[in-house]
């Protein structure tokens, strides 16, 4: 079967300006999906905790990573007094929405579930702890396996929460823990550093590229915790894990193991870190294109005529995948994505 030519540019560009009610292809709508799940607290402290941790994480994915409401999903007990649109955090809201998910998401979409909370271990499952009966780790994996996109990230932030790596682990799927075994069955540090990485992302920004990848937001977490108990001059309690190579292992160095192979040296089996050194929590640049082009005034803007084109160079290679060899791919797309968000910065600026 002959290989169709790719879309010319200027042409993608007019069908985006001057028919913008389309439909695109399902290549286009190609979006990432947050669930964001605080847990049963257990006093009115960590009830509270739990939640501001949720609310900063999604004010700070809308504020500062371009996100619309629409794209993140929030469960939360009803104490921690979130916004309305908040879902109950119970184990049949969980498993429904899930559900949801699974005809909602495409191959092509991600998926994002980060838990806040208590988690515990009886030594045949992780849980992760809510008001009725809990949910393991075995669930989150059924659930998971049901939906159709291949790229999933699960964040588990809690105590005791290492179960969930090998129960988890799976191909084109990160797992980030915030334990390595059931014994670190402590209140942990690490969701607060794990969402300053997202709300100070210029300081978890460790290659300058003006986004944050898993990567780079586990290991700010990871070094941030370190840092936390020795400045305390505690042992320390908790040793993070990311997985990512399918092993059911999980690293706590993953930076260290990817730089060595990257390096040149011999290893059995990839090392965890490739996979989400190349993961962001990046919008949908298609609602992107429609925000602009609906928007008043909008496109007579030099720099939002720039910014529509950009948007339209990042749908056409994003269509085009398919035909391009992985590495090229990724390497356009970065650069793109660079440009976006330097310019997204030059208009913020030039607004009174």
């Known amino acids: 079967m002959k290989n169709l030519p790719r879309p010319g540019f200027k042409s993608f ?55 619309s409401p629409r794209q993140i999903t929030l469960l ?8 309305a649109t908040t879902l109950p ?61 291949r790229r999933q990230v699960f964040v588990n932030t809690t105590a005791a929460s290492a179960g969930f790596v090998e129960k988890l682990s799976r191909g084109e799927r990160i797992v980030i823990t915030a334990t390595r075994s059931a014994e670190e069955k402590y209140t942990t540090a690490f969701p607060e550093f794990f969402v300053e990485a997202f709300v100070k992302p210029a300081e978890a920004d460790l290659d300058k590229d003006l986004k944050v990848s898993l990567l780079e937001a586990f290991d700010y977490a ?15 309690p908790e040793h993070p894990l990311l997985d990512d190579n399918a092993d059911g292992a999980g690293s706590e160095m993953p930076s260290l193991s990817f730089a060595r192979v990257s390096a040149g ?50 749908e056409e290679l994003k269509a085009a995948k398919a035909s391009m060899p992985a590495a090229e791919y990724e390497r356009d797309i970065e650069a793109l994505f660079i440009r976006l968000a330097k310019l997204n910065r030059e208009i913020k600026a030039s607004k009174p």
């Not at 607290?41 to 004010?59: N, P, S, V």
């Not at 290893?267 to 996979?275: C, E, K």
């Not at 294109?289 to 005529?305: F, K, M, N, W, Y």
Request: proline residues 5%; hydrophobic residues 40%.
């Open 13 to 67: 560009l007019g069908g985006v300006l001057l028919s913008i009610t389309l439909v695109p292809s399902p290549q286009l709508l190609a979006e990432t999906r947050v669930v964001i799940i605080a847990g049963k607290g257990g006093t009115e402290a960590y009830t509270e905790k739990f939640g501001q941790f949720a609310l900063q994480l999604h004010d700070a994915l809308i504020t500062q990573h371009n996100f």
């Open 89 to 149: 955090c119970r184990f049949e809201q969980l498993e429904k929405t899930f559900t949801e998910f699974s005809n909602l998401l495409t191959r092509d979409d991600m998926l994002v579930v980060i838990l806040f909370g208590h988690g515990s271990d009886d030594g045949a499952f992780a849980k992760f702890n809510l008001e009725g009966p809990d949910v393991r780790d075995l669930d989150f994996a059924r659930w998971l396996e049901r939906l159709p996109c």
């Open 222 to 236: 990871r070094d941030r915790v370190v840092r936390f108990y020795e400045q305390a001059n505690r042992l320390r």
């Open 76 to 83: 939360a007990e009803p104490a921690a007094q979130l916004p």
């Open 265 to 314: 040296e011999t290893a059995l089996q990839s090392p965890d870190g490739h996979l989400a050194a190349r993961t962001f929590l990046l919008p949908d640049t298609s609602a992107e294109i429609r925000a602009v082009t609906l928007s008043p005034g909008a496109t007579g803007h030099p720099l939002e005529q720039t910014k529509l084109k950009l948007l339209a160079e990042i």
